[in-house]
């Protein structure tokens, strides 16, 4: 079992106390608004539940089982991209080196080889696929299915492998470890989602990029921008090794960057004509819809922490 540091146990404690908030306030909505249909919002938060509950046990268990845990979350959205985006039948094995790529990727991190971490996908398997396209013989549609699958394999494997990564950091903040540096990570992305999701609602009037997604808009931003900034400027120091000045620079890299990853997918997603990404997770579609603001902050993130306090 990992022994958890104590801040990270706490801020496990809030992450929980929060949504057992919001499940009181779902269930107070719907008695007081019996006409009302809540369902959805129901579905998102028991999606939470199911979501936070499985991350923290396999935090709490050892590091091992939490990387495990991000490789079978890489490979649920490779497939998944996979299953959105036209590839040719030749491909087949291609994308078959593409999954084999996770498992590597995730034993650099196990065995803490930042190198080959660091270059595995981005290097050689860049180089390897398309030599394998080439084996096959078929040439026609030969760019965009090359662009597909490397730009696939860099977002859900490479990057989402960067939050595992923190893990095997060595300590530099005694009281909050890895754990800390991962429920940071994670949970600022997702605070800033919703942060600018209400902050839009209330505020917004100024539409950003109107055709790739019509609800963001600059009030919206620099609100969670601001949000954003300012608990991690509080949190960092409790979570990670940053001191606050630090965890404010790294406040508004994560809400600008959460910002560009949920614009990026949202145009994947209008290219293709379809509002979700999968249906993995009742109430908030596929795994991809959870994971576009993430795929973008967490390499951001971890390069910015390790340059300053690694």
Same mark, same amino acid.
């Given at each position: ?9 706490? $801020?496990?404690?809030?992450? =929980?106390? !929060?949504?057992?908030?919001? +499940? &009181? /306030?779902?269930?107070? #909505?719907?008695? @007081? ?37 991000? $490789?079978?979350?890489?490979? =649920?959205? !490779?497939?998944?991209?996979? +299953? &959105? /985006?036209?590839?040719? #039948?030749?491909? @087949? ?218």
């Amino acid at each position: 079992m990992l022994n958890l540091p104590s801040h990270a146990g706490y $801020a496990m404690g809030w992450v =929980l106390s !929060l949504l057992g908030l919001a +499940s &009181i /306030v779902s269930y107070l #909505l719907q008695y @007081r608004h019996p006409e009302r249909d809540y369902t959805e919002l129901k579905k998102r938060i028991s999606s939470w539940w199911w979501m936070i509950g499985i991350l923290f046990i396999c935090l709490a268990i050892s590091t091992t089982t939490a990387l495990i845990l991000f $490789a079978f979350i890489s490979f =649920l959205a !490779l497939k998944e991209f996979f +299953s &959105i /985006v036209p590839l040719r #039948l030749h491909d @087949r094995r291609v994308v078959f080196l593409a999954y084999l790529a996770i498992p590597l990727q995730y034993y650099w991190v196990g065995i803490g080889w930042y190198g080959m971490f660091i270059i595995f996908i981005p290097v050689y398997v860049f180089l390897l696929l398309p030599m394998r396209m080439v084996l096959i013989g078929e040439t026609k549609g030969f760019i965009q299915s090359a662009g597909i699958i490397h730009w696939a394999s860099m977002l859900t494997v490479y990057c989402i492998s960067h939050v595992a990564y923190l893990l095997i950091l060595p300590v530099k903040n005694p009281q909050a470890g890895g754990v800390g540096l991962v429920i940071f990570i994670l949970f600022m992305t997702e605070l800033n989602d919703i942060s600018q999701y209400i902050a839009g609602k209330l505020f917004g009037k100024h539409k950003i990029i109107p055709k790739v997604s019509p609800n963001k808009t600059w009030e919206g931003f620099i609100g969670g921008l601001l949000t954003i900034s300012l608990l991690s400027t509080l949190v960092a120091p409790w979570l990670t090794p940053l001191n606050a000045w630090q965890g404010l620079g790294a406040g508004v890299l994560i809400s600008c960057a959460g910002f560009i990853g949920d614009v990026v997918i949202s145009s994947v997603k209008r290219d293709l004509a379809i509002k979700d990404s999968g249906t993995l997770i009742p109430g908030h579609g596929g795994i991809l819809d959870r994971l576009d603001s993430l795929m973008y902050t967490a390499p951001l993130f971890f390069h910015y922490c390790y340059y300053l306090a690694y």
